[in-house]
C-alpha cells in the first residue's frame, strides 16, 4: 500500500513545484516504480508462473502433465463434457428466464411484480449453504438428485437476481416508441419482443450469458453438495480431488494443467467480451 | 424501422367503457404473469420451497440416511452453545472477515487511484494485469494457490531458501489465515478496484481543481475530498466483502482445509460438517438458519448505512 502512496506522491504535478527537492523526488519517483513493478509481479506472476509449470516437465518443455491430466480419474475428457451440460443449460435458461421476466417488470404493470421482483432479490441474502442442505433433500424428492440437471437448475437460481435485474435495465432503456411502432405494423407482443426489442437489448443478453457462463463453469460448492457419483463431477470438483484424494500425494504438474484448463475459457472470454463485462459490473455490481 | 418516425396512436381507452378497459387490464395482468411465469416457479421451487424446507429441517433429528425424522424442537437449535467448533468458527469467521475486509478495501482504493493517476497508456495495461485474476474461478485460484506455496512445487519456496528463511505458509495457524488472505486479495482486489473506479469517476474534477487552488496538497485532498464524497462506494464494496467473509467456504476448504488442527474452519465448513461427516441433517439446517438470520440482519443494517450515505453524498 506504501508503494502507492508514494506513486502519487512522486507522479508529476506541474501546478505546485517543488524547489530544491529534485533529488529527493526523483528517490520518490523511483520508488513508485518499484512499488508498481511489485503489484504487477504479485498479479501476474501467479498466472504467468502456472502456466510455464504446466509446459515443464523435468527441466525442458513437455505436455505430460497434460496427458497425465487427461487420463486423470474418469477422465478429463468426462469432466468437460459436465461441466459444460451444466454450462450451457444454465446459461440457456438464465436467458430465457430473465428476458421474459426482464421484459414483464419493465414493459407492464401487474398486480405482485413488486413482491416478484422483492422476491428474487432476496436470493442474494440467502448464503448458498444454507440452501444446499434442503435442496440435497428436496432434489431428491422431484428426481433431480444427484444430477447434472439439478446442479444447472440452482445455478440458474443464484443468478437470477443479477440475470433479472440486469434483463430489466436493459428493455427499460429501450425507447418505448420503437416498440410501438411495431405494434402498428401489426405486430402482437410476442413477435415485437422477438424482432424489435430483442436485438436492442442484446448487448445485456451477452452481459447475462457471460455471467452465467462464468458462474456455472467455475461453481465448486453446489456440485460438491448434489453430486455424489464420481463420473458427473465437474472440472473444479474433479481438480479438488486431484489435489485432496490421494493421501497428500499430489500430482502438481497436473494441478497446474487443470488450472490453466480451468482458467482459458474465462480469460478467453474476457479479452473477447471486456465491453460486456464492464456492462455487468456498472449495471449489476453497483447499482445492485 | 421504416416506421421508427410514425406519429404514436391516440389513447383509445377513453373512448371505451370502463367494463372493457377492466377487461382488458386482466388480461395484460395475465400476460405479464405468464412472462414472469418461469422466474416465479424458479423462485418458488428453487428457492422458496428449500429456504421453507431448512426451517422444518432445523426442528427435527433429520439422519442423512435410514431412520426417518423425528421432532426434537427445540433441540437443534439449544445445542449451538455446545457446539465448541462452530462457536470457535464463528471468532475465526469475524476475525477473518475484518481482515480480508480492511486489507481488500485499502489495496482496492490504492489500485485504483493507481490507475486513474497514471497515463492513459499505461493505465490500460495496469487495469487489465489487477482485473486479470477475478475473471479465473475462486476454486481455481485456491488450487493456483496450492501449488504456488507448497513446499515441493512452488517458486516461493525456493526464493525463500536463498535468504535462508522458510515459511510453512498453510501448516501454521497465523500463516494459514495469511496466505488464504493474500490469495483472496490477488483474485478479488481487481474486482473491487473496478467498483472504485467507477465511484472516482462519478466525483466532479472542478472539486480537485479548488483544492488545489486552496493549496492542499494530494494527501490533503485525498482525505478531504475523495474518501468522503467515495463514502457510498467504500460502504457498498465493505458490504459486498463482509457478507462474503461470512459465508466464507471454498478458500478455506481447498487451501487450507481447516487446518491445521481446526484453526482455519469457518462457519459455513462446521454447516458442511455437520451435515455430511456427522451425518445430522437437523443440527446442520439450525446451523444454516442461525447463519441465515445473522446475515440478513446484518444486511439490513448495512443497507440502511448505504442507504444514508447515498442520502448524504447527494
Avoid at chain 1, 130 to 146: A, E, K, M, T, V
Wanted: aromatic fraction near 10%; glycine fraction near 8%; charged fraction near 10%.
Amino acid at each position: 500500500m506504501s508503494a502507492v502512496v508514494l506513486t502519487r506522491a512522486a507522479a508529476p504535478a506541474p501546478e505546485r513545484p517543488a524547489p530544491g527537492r529534485g533529488s529527493l523526488r526523483r528517490a520518490l519517483r523511483v520508488l513508485g516504480l518499484v512499488g508498481v513493478l511489485v503489484l504487477v509481479v504479485f498479479f501476474v506472476g501467479p498466472a504467468l508462473w502456472v502456466v510455464w509449470g504446466s509446459i515443464r516437465n523435468g527441466g525442458s518443455f513437455s505436455g505430460t502433465n497434460y496427458s497425465r491430466l487427461v487420463s486423470y480419474g474418469e477422465g478429463l475428457g468426462i469432466y468437460l463434457l459436465n461441466t459444460s451440460v451444466v454450462v450451457v443449460v444454465t446459461v440457456v435458461l438464465s436467458l430465457l428466464v430473465s428476458i421474459f421476466a426482464g421484459y414483464a417488470f419493465a414493459r407492464m404493470r401487474f398486480p405482485g411484480s413488486k413482491l416478484l421482483f422483492v422476491g428474487i432479490l432476496a436470493i442474494l441474502m440467502v448464503p448458498h449453504t444454507s440452501l444446499l442442505i434442503p435442496l440435497y433433500i428436496w432434489l431428491d424428492r422431484i428426481g433431480l438428485g444427484n444430477s447434472l440437471l439439478g446442479v444447472a437448475f440452482v445455478m440458474v437460481m443464484y443468478q437470477m437476481p443479477f440475470s433479472v435485474f440486469m434483463m430489466r435495465n436493459s428493455f427499460e432503456s429501450v425507447p418505448r416508441e420503437l416498440e410501438e411502432a411495431a405494434l402498428i405494423d401489426g405486430c402482437t407482443t410476442f413477435s415485437s419482443l422477438w424482432r424489435v426489442v430483442l436485438p436492442a437489448v442484446a448487448p445485456g443478453a451477452v452481459t447475462v450469458g457471460l455471467f452465467a457462463f462464468l458462474a456455472a463453469w467455475n461453481e465448486f460448492v453446489t456440485p460438491l453438495i448434489l453430486l455424489s457419483d464420481g463420473n458427473k463431477y465437474t472440472l473444479p470438483l474433479a481438480l479438488v480431488n486431484l489435489v485432496q484424494g490421494d493421501w497428500g500425494m499430489i500430482d502438481f504438474g497436473a494441478l497446474q494443467a487443470g488450472v490453466v484448463v480451468s482458467a482459458a475459457p474465462c480469460v478467453l472470454l474476457f479479452f473477447v467480451l471486456q465491453k460486456a463485462f464492464v456492462n455487468g459490473f456498472t449495471n449489476g455490481a453497483v447499482k445492485g | 424501422m421504416t416506421t421508427t418516425g410514425a406519429v404514436a396512436p391516440p389513447r383509445r381507452s377513453a373512448l371505451r367503457s370502463s367494463r372493457a378497459s377492466t377487461a382488458r387490464s386482466r388480461r395484460a395482468a395475465w400476460r405479464a404473469w405468464l412472462y414472469a411465469a418461469p422466474a416465479t416457479a424458479v423462485l418458488l421451487v428453487l428457492f422458496v420451497v428449500p429456504l421453507g424446507l431448512a426451517i422444518w429441517m432445523s426442528l427435527f433429528d433429520w439422519p442423512l440416511l435410514g431412520r426417518a425424522p423425528e421432532l426434537n424442537f427445540p433441540e437443534n437449535y439449544t445445542s449451538i452453545p455446545d457446539n465448541e467448533l462452530f462457536m470457535r468458527a464463528v471468532g475465526f469467521t469475524v476475525r477473518y472477515t475484518v481482515i480480508i475486509a480492511v486489507v481488500l478495501l485499502v489495496l482496492s482504493l490504492g489500485l485504483a487511484l493507481l490507475i486513474q493517476e497514471s497515463k492513459r497508456r499505461s493505465s490500460g495495461v495496469l487495469r487489465t494485469a489487477f482485473f486479470l485474476p477475478v475473471v479465473t474461478g475462486l476454486t481455481t485460484a485456491a488450487l493456483l494457490f496450492v501449488g504456488l506455496l507448497s513446499p515441493s512445487a512452488g517458486p516461493i519456496d525456493d526464493v525463500l531458501g536463498w535468504f535462508g528463511v522458510q515459511v510453512d505458509f498453510l501448516g501454521d495457524p497465523t500463516m494459514a489465515m495469511v496466505s488464504t488472505v493474500v490469495m483472496m486479495t490477488w483474485r478479488f482486489a481487481g474486482f473491487y478496484m473496478v467498483i472504485m473506479l467507477t465511484g472516482l469517476q462519478a466525483i466532479p474534477t472542478e472539486l480537485y481543481e479548488a483544492a488545489a487552488l486552496d493549496g492542499a496538497s494530494r494527501w490533503r485532498s485525498l482525505r478531504s475530498v475523495t474518501i468522503p464524497l467515495l463514502r457510498p462506494t467504500l460502504a457498498l464494496s465493505a458490504v459486498l466483502i463482509v457478507t462474503g467473509g461470512l459465508v466464507a467456504f471454498e478458500q478455506f476448504y481447498v487451501l487450507t482445509r481447516g487446518g491445521p488442527d481446526n484453526s482455519t474452519v469457518t462457519m459455513v465448513m462446521t454447516i458442511f460438517r455437520e451435515a455430511f461427516s456427522q451425518f445430522h441433517l437437523g443440527a446442520a439446517a439450525a446451523l444454516s438458519v442461525v447463519v441465515l438470520l445473522g446475515l440478513v440482519l446484518l444486511n439490513v443494517l448495512q443497507l440502511r448505512l448505504v442507504r444514508e450515505d447515498d442520502g448524504a453524498a447527494s
